[in-house]
């Protein structure tokens, strides 16, 4: 029998639920687990439940019963046991959701690219600044390559900073908006979590310090936009550097393409950044709206979709897509909130009205973060709807049908966790590669839904995906570095493989486990048959399995900052 739970711990007001399992592997039929006992950590009994039994469980292959202990509130150390079998030690506390988000988004300044981390920030993870010289065209390169050019007839163009976008280093537009998309609405919608300084660099300077750390991205982002307001797609180095520290790889930047999903995330998020950094940086957020707007003029100028596929000489990341509905939805949707110029929101609402799926948060479909926009003050704290707040009749009736589809959405999420033995918020079929990032911002989807709706239903929910994310999940991991007894300490990230330091940098979400491992480690160790919950290692080759990356941190940023807020 296996007792697994949140190994960081719950808020004393919240649901808690302890998930026992037995695997159901060949044909074995389920034993009930003896009477379950929460006990405080030397052992002292508080509490005896009689587990109820959920069934078998399809993502895991097991079965599973549960235990449900909300009653107990007192902060202090607990754990979980039944029989011969014991948990791993959690806390009940206030606070411990605030310190998550603090830690995880203390991440982005251990991915920063350009600048020397130094020690009185990184602590023992200090090192030297990365990437520096300057980066070239891929149309030149290409020529230069093929022997048709000489280096110097190159274009030379100094663009610097940014995140490294995972366990590489390349930087990416796509990905890094929507990574900025969930942690600046983060901060619109939970302004006062973000309390704490992060301890880096520019810490102290009266600018909340998640918005310090956005600002590096940011800044990087802005010089991502050419003279015509095409945005590159990405820039990378031709192949994924060995795995050397950042500053030892030295191989030629590139620029690639502009694509259009590239140019409207850009518009979108820097007019968002307008509105966030107004009141902190007049100039900053100034510039930022220039830059949307500039880039909504290309948008205009250039209609049809302008994809992206990587030449067949690149190896690094690709975050292509079939279609810019989404992106193009977004940045109008955003325009509208900084403007309030109707053009925008006709724009929108005809690419709306084209779409099937509106409700997703990832960097491949953003609509999502137009919803987030459209509702922003039913979002943002003591939200206090007037009948006037919507200017006009378009707007109200959009931001009704708006409301639904999140509402809609969250509901069918939660038939799926009504059918999931571990509370989550995926189907069996759904375990892809990053699919930590599935569950976080379905998590986060949840959160709307429950700021829309005050449904308990839907916060509760939002607590369980941070239960399976924290150790409620086949494998008993904890998904985050340094959270939790037993958290996984191997990503493939090459600076953690690359420092020599025993210790992994604190604060990473994991990929988490893909039924289709696709990477040559994991097949060769993953055998065929094994549920997709468990199509899981902490090993560091397994790049299919357990990278981290900026945008698996922040919808974990989001989720946990959401709960942090909750009683
Ligand atoms: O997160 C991406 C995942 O959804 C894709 O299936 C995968 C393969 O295309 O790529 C992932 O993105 C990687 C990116 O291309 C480069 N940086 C690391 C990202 C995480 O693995
Ligand atoms: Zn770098």
């Known amino acids: 029998m296996k007792i697994y739970i949140n190994q960081m711990g719950y808020h004393p007001d919240s649901?808690?639920?302890?998930?026992?399992?037995?695997?159901?592997?060949?044909?074995?039929?389920?034993?009930?687990?003896?009477?379950?006992?929460?006990?405080?950590?030397?052992?002292?009994?508080?509490?005896?439940?009689?587990?109820?039994?959920?069934?078998?469980?399809?993502?895991?292959?097991?079965?599973?019963?549960?235990?449900?202990?909300?009653?107990?509130?007192?902060?202090?150390?607990?754990?979980?046991?039944?029989?011969?079998?014991t948990s791993y030690p959690f806390e009940i506390e206030t606070g411990l959701y605030n310190s998550l988000h603090t830690l995880l988004s203390k991440m982005l300044y251990f991915q920063r690219c350009g600048m020397d981390l130094l020690p009185e920030y990184a602590g023992q993870f200090a090192r030297t600044k990365c990437h520096t010289p300057s980066s070239v065209l891929w149309s030149e390169y290409k020529k230069y390559l093929a022997g048709e050019i000489e280096s110097e007839d190159m274009q030379r163009f100094d663009i610097r900073g940014g995140w490294h976008d995972a366990g590489d280093y390349g930087r990416y537009s796509t990905a890094a908006a929507a990574a900025l998309a969930h942690i600046l609405y983060a901060f619109r919608f939970f302004p006062d979590a973000f309390d704490k300084s992060l301890n880096i660099p520019e810490s102290g300077n009266g600018m909340p310090d998640i918005l310090n750390e956005c600002l590096y991205e940011l800044k990087w982002l802005l010089q991502m936009q050419n003279d015509e307001g095409g945005v590159y797609h990405k820039q990378c180095t031709l192949r994924h550097a060995n795995f050397v520290m950042p500053h030892e790889d030295t191989n030629q930047m590139i620029?690639?393409?502009?694509?259009?999903?590239?140019?409207?995330?850009?518009?979108?998020?820097?007019?968002?950044?307008?509105?966030?950094?107004?009141?902190?940086?007049?100039?900053?957020?100034?510039?930022?709206?220039?830059?949307?707007?500039?880039?909504?003029?290309?948008?205009?100028?250039?209609?049809?979709?302008?994809?992206?596929?990587?030449?067949?000489?690149?190896?690094?990341?690709?975050?292509?897509?079939?279609?810019?509905?989404?992106?193009?939805?977004?940045?109008?949707?955003e325009l509208y909130r900084c403007t309030g110029e109707k053009h925008y929101l006709t724009d929108a609402k005809t690419l709306f009205d084209t779409l099937d799926i509106t409700t997703e948060f990832g960097w491949g479909d953003v609509s999502g973060?137009?919803?987030?926009?459209?509702?922003?003050?039913?979002?943002?704290?003591?939200?206090?709807?007037?009948?006037?707040?919507?200017?006009?009749?378009?707007?109200?009736?959009?931001?009704?049908?708006?409301?639904?589809?999140?509402?809609?959405?969250?509901?069918?999420?939660?038939?799926?966790?009504?059918?999931?033995?571990?509370?989550?918020?995926?189907?069996?079929?759904?375990?892809?590669?990053?699919?930590?990032?599935?569950?976080?911002?379905?998590?986060?989807?949840?959160?709307?839904?429950?700021?829309?709706?005050?449904?308990?239903?839907?916060?509760?929910?939002?607590?369980?995906?941070?239960?399976?994310?924290?150790?409620?999940?086949?494998?008993?991991?904890?998904y985050i570095t340094g959270v939790g007894a037993n958290s996984f300490c191997h990503p493939h990230n090459r600076v953690t493989e690359a420092d020599g330091i025993d210790d992994t940098i604190p604060g990473y979400v994991s990929g988490g486990p893909n039924g289709i491992p696709a990477d040559e480690k994991a097949e060769w160790l993953i055998r065929p048959g094994t549920p997709p919950m468990k199509c899981y290692l902490d090993i560091w080759e397994c790049y299919s399995l357990n990278e981290i990356t900026i945008y698996w941190n922040s919808p974990a940023i989001f989720t946990a900052a959401f709960l942090s807020c909750q009683k």
């Open 369 to 478: 973060f137009a919803g987030w926009a459209l509702l922003e003050q039913e979002l943002m704290p003591k939200a206090s709807i007037s009948e006037e707040y919507y200017a006009d009749t378009l707007e109200a009736e959009f931001a009704k049908v708006y409301r639904h589809e999140f509402l809609t959405e969250a509901d069918r999420i939660l038939d799926i966790i009504r059918k999931s033995g571990y509370l989550l918020d995926l189907s069996p079929n759904e375990f892809c590669w990053g699919s930590n990032m599935v569950v976080l911002n379905r998590a986060m989807l949840l959160s709307t839904a429950y700021l829309l709706d005050s449904q308990k239903e839907y916060a509760d929910a939002a607590v369980y995906q941070m239960d399976y994310i924290l150790g409620v999940n086949a494998v008993g991991y904890s």
């Open 255 to 333: 620029l690639y393409p502009v694509s259009s999903m590239a140019v409207a995330d850009f518009t979108a998020i820097m007019a968002l950044a307008y509105r966030i950094y107004y009141p902190y940086d007049n100039d900053f957020a100034t510039q930022a709206l220039q830059a949307a707007l500039k880039s909504y003029d290309w948008l205009q100028k250039h209609p049809e979709f302008i994809g992206f596929t990587n030449p067949e000489e690149t190896n690094t990341g690709e975050y292509d897509d079939t279609n810019d509905i989404d992106e193009r939805l977004w940045a109008a949707m």
């Open 15 to 85: 649901v808690k639920t302890a998930v026992l399992t037995q695997d159901a592997g060949a044909g074995a039929s389920p034993q009930a687990p003896d009477i379950v006992q929460i006990c405080s950590v030397d052992g002292t009994c508080i509490l005896e439940k009689e587990p109820t039994f959920f069934g078998l469980d399809k993502s895991s292959g097991d079965y599973v019963w549960h235990v449900s202990f909300s009653e107990i509130n007192t902060p202090g150390t607990y754990i979980v046991k039944s029989g011969d079998s």
